[in-house]
């Protein structure tokens, strides 16, 4: 008798480390590639790179040469990202939570399952698709590359996560809150403004978030549609970079690879930042 | 049934007539329910769990109507209008409601719970009806004293009787003309549940009360007026002493005795 309960005690330590093991395995290429980019980028990281553009291969090449940084930095990038993710964002947050408020209400009717069911067919969407229709919709009419096109490309790509985040945080919140609020005699509209949405808001932004750093770090659909500017811009009818169209450039530029890593480096820490304060704000505004 | 319906109370606050509500086609949770509800009293609604209690109590302020498929017959009346036929909002506002569990809303402050009817129905007020309103209803629910000092903490710091209070504040501020209360003693502790007994005690001098509640002795301890209800229908309605020491139906004195429920 003894001897089984020590064989299930030893199962269950082996079990135990197993579980370990696995989960530290899925943790360690995310502090492989912070190290590796930290290593390799840090030195490019200055205050020219937040205030210049990106260099040109002559004067990536001299410097390299004189055995000097690369000058330059990714003004261009960080501002060009900045001015899409925006402008999708003013589209896709009203868009995605007034669709989010109505999936969560209606959840059994027909029209609402077809909504809900397209809304992830969206999410799988590969992206580069969405780069071709955006540049369908937007670059051929107008006949230019812009900053218009790119950010309808991630507007499109950010519409399923709010959505959904939104659905999920507002089935989330107790029936009874809802039923505090109609009773007091509340309009609909009340209720949800006032009662439902700032519950959910916790649950919201973090969605909010999570979209815009999974847009902030595409670069497929912005060949397509923003295609890349060597300077800083900020008309949106204008082709216009972004941190990623950077990185990608700097790729296919063999004098370029040391920016690679740095442009690299920030846009990680930048998604990284969004992803922490996003969990954040999910725990400090758990109701 | 009839006789239920004639029995003598002058000026009701509330009349239920022929009041039937069914979720599904052809079965009735409420059948056919008839009563007069006295003004400035507290009516106690009891019966074993699926009799309908609560689904009778949500129809008086419409919230049943949060239900889909639901259908419901017949009249009640408040004041003179059968709210069936007012506008749900309108009804809500004179018919206050406070649940089971303490609900206050997460997001916003004591003083802001209890001002959430005006604000929520857009109706502005003056920093100082605000102030008024604040201090009334928490004092007559005995929660001034203890958090006067925490006017602007989140409701929800409260411990659940003083939530529980705090949502009977929120619910009498609009100072409705019945206020209905489902099982609001249910999720909370004996000395909270005494408390609250006391306090609904003291509001009757003020508002009408129709609560449903699971506990006999709850009914017994606080109410005037008692409704014994059993699949759906109003079996017995009755003062609530002489239902208590002399049950006219045998289902009643069965369910009183605790050989159901």
Redesign the interface.
Known sequence: MNDTIKIRIVKDKIFFGIICFLSSLTVIPLIAILWQLLRKGYRQINWHFFTQSAPSTLDAMMAQASGSLIPGGVANGITGTFLMVGMAAVVAIPVGIFSGIYLADKQKGIYASVIRFLTDVLQGTPSIVIGIIAYAWVVKPLGAYSALAGATAMVIMMLPLIVRSTEETLKMLPESLKEAALALGAPYWSVMFRVLLPSAFGGLFTGILLAVSRVMGETAPLMMTALGCTAVNWNVLKPTSAVPLLIWQFYNDPNLIDMIWSSSLFLMILILGLNLIAKQVAQKWRI | MENIIDQKIENPVLQLKHVSVSYTPGKNAVNDVNALIKEKRITAIMGPSGCGKSTLLRAI?R?HE?Y?NIKISGEIILGNENILEMNP??????A??V???P?P???MSISENVL??Y????IHLQKQEKNEIVERCLSNVGLWDEVKDVLNKKGTFLSGGQQQRL?IA??IA?QPEVLLMDEPTSALDPIATNRIEQLLLELKNQFSIVIVTHNMGQAARISDMSMFMYLGELIEYEKTKYMFTNPKDKRTEEYLNGQFG
Do not use: I, W
Request: charged residues 15%; contains cysteine; aromatic residues 6%.
């Open positions: 302020n919230l949060l889909p909002m309108k009804v809500r506002m004179k206050g409601m649940f089971q569990s609900n809303f997460p997001t959430a009817g604000k929520l129905n857009n949502c929120r619910a609009l």
